[in-house]
């Protein structure tokens, strides 16, 4: 089976692109999304039970569950296609780290990475629509750069395509690049 890695900035519209694809693919794909494995894992260790809480962690207990979400999607990819919705690169107190560390990467195995992108004043829009304070479209510019940045690092250790798609325009367009993509 196979795993496709999709990513974008927080607001560009990852997980509605992903779950309109899912929602027109037939029973032989899973989504998953890496940050509610992560989540799911640290309510069962006793970390938090609160996402928000997920960036406040320190490295060594964020590497623990990201390597325990990287074991779960493994499993799964095991006996399905896997559509893998996270973020490459991920805003802690200390600074921006990988979201998908060497090891993790690695027990993944991802056949094909797919970035999902918009330009900064879209994405700056729509964050303001969720209520996210103190980003700047500089800073969206920041956050793409550093996802295409860590897709090509990781396309090139998993000799993998980067694809790239953009979600500027309706919604079922993206989700249809998507699938094809797939």
Same mark, same amino acid.
């Not at 200390?94 to 998908?100: I, R, S």
């Given at each position: 089976?196979?795993?496709?890695?999709?990513?974008?900035?927080?607001?560009?519209?990852?997980?509605?692109?992903?779950?309109?694809?899912?929602?027109?693919?037939?029973?032989?794909?899973?989504?998953?999304?890496?940050?509610? @494995?992560?989540? &799911?894992? =640290?309510? +069962?260790?006793? /970390?938090?039970?609160?996402?928000?809480?997920?960036? %406040? $962690?320190?490295?060594?207990?964020?590497?623990?569950?990201?390597?325990?979400?990287?074991?779960? @999607?493994?499993? &799964?990819? =095991?006996? +399905?296609?896997? /559509?893998?919705?996270?973020?490459?690169?991920?805003? %802690? $107190?200390?600074?921006?780290?990988?979201?998908?560390?060497?090891?993790?990467?690695?027990?993944?195995?991802?056949?094909?990475?797919?970035?999902?992108?918009?330009?900064?004043?879209?994405?700056?829009?729509?964050?303001?629509?969720?209520?996210?304070?103190?980003?700047?479209?500089?800073?969206?510019?920041?956050?793409?750069?550093?996802?295409?940045?860590?897709?090509?690092?990781?396309?090139?250790?998993?000799?993998?395509?980067?694809?790239?798609?953009?979600?500027?325009?309706?919604?079922?367009?993206?989700?249809?690049?998507?699938?094809?993509?797939?």
């Amino acid at each position: 089976m196979s795993v496709t890695l999709v990513s974008g900035v927080n607001g560009v519209g990852l997980s509605s692109v992903c779950q309109a694809v899912r929602r027109g693919l037939g029973d032989g794909y899973k989504l998953i999304n890496f940050g509610d @494995v992560m989540l &799911e894992q =640290a309510a +069962t260790m006793g /970390i938090t039970t609160e996402r928000a809480q997920l960036g %406040t $962690l320190s490295q060594t207990e964020t590497r623990r569950l990201q390597r325990r979400a990287g074991e779960f @999607v493994a499993r &799964e990819a =095991a006996t +399905t296609n896997v /559509i893998l919705s996270t973020h490459l690169a991920v805003e %802690t $107190l200390e600074g921006y780290v990988q979201g998908l560390p060497v090891e993790v990467l690695h027990d993944i195995s991802p056949d094909a990475f797919v970035l999902v992108e918009a330009d900064p004043e879209t994405v700056l829009e729509r964050r303001r629509e969720s209520d996210r304070d103190g980003v700047t479209e500089r800073t969206i510019d920041f956050e793409q750069d550093l996802n295409r940045s860590a897709a090509l690092q990781y396309a090139r250790d998993q000799n993998a395509p980067v694809r790239f798609i953009e979600n500027e325009g309706e919604l079922e367009d993206a989700a249809e690049r998507l699938a094809n993509a797939l």
